[in-house]
């Protein structure tokens, strides 16, 4: 299977995932790499991707090395620690970045979504005016 690691590996996609989340904690400059086999697992059939904690995870993987501007990654390493540290909790990751939930962890316990939604259309309006 494409992106999924070999048989016996000690972990399955579970171990790779976790795996991966500590090296970026441990080294920013390896994002590209992560974001690059986030991508390819995600594309892939395994069934794990099934878990909404281990799909989380391969998300925030896979936007690890965004940027705001060149130079500029758009997540750091408070970042990186957090989506370790929910993924190790079998949360889901935090909210999306502007939303109250947003590192608060209420997303991933399933906090009232609606603030979300509701930030959303206050972003919006402001677009509009």
């Known amino acids: 299977m494409r992106g999924a690691p070999a048989e016996g590996d000690g972990g399955g996609l579970r171990g790779e995932v976790e795996r991966r989340l500590r090296l970026l904690v441990a080294d ?36 690890s090395d965004l940027l705001v501007a060149p130079a500029t990654p758009l997540h750091g390493p408070a970042d990186h620690a957090a989506w370790l ?3 190790l909790a079998g949360r889901r990751g935090p909210g999306p970045p502007g939303s109250a939930e947003f590192g608060a962890g209420a997303w991933a316990e399933g906090g009232d979504q609606g603030q979300a939604e509701q930030g959303d259309a206050d972003a919006a309006g402001r677009l509009e005016e």
Request: charged share 25%.
């Open 28 to 63: 920013p400059a390896t994002a590209g790499a992560a974001s690059d086999w986030a991508r390819e697992v995600m594309e892939g059939e395994a069934p794990e991707l099934d878990d909404a904690v281990v799909w989380d995870a391969l998300d925030q993987l896979l936007g």
């Open 85 to 87: 540290a929910a993924f």
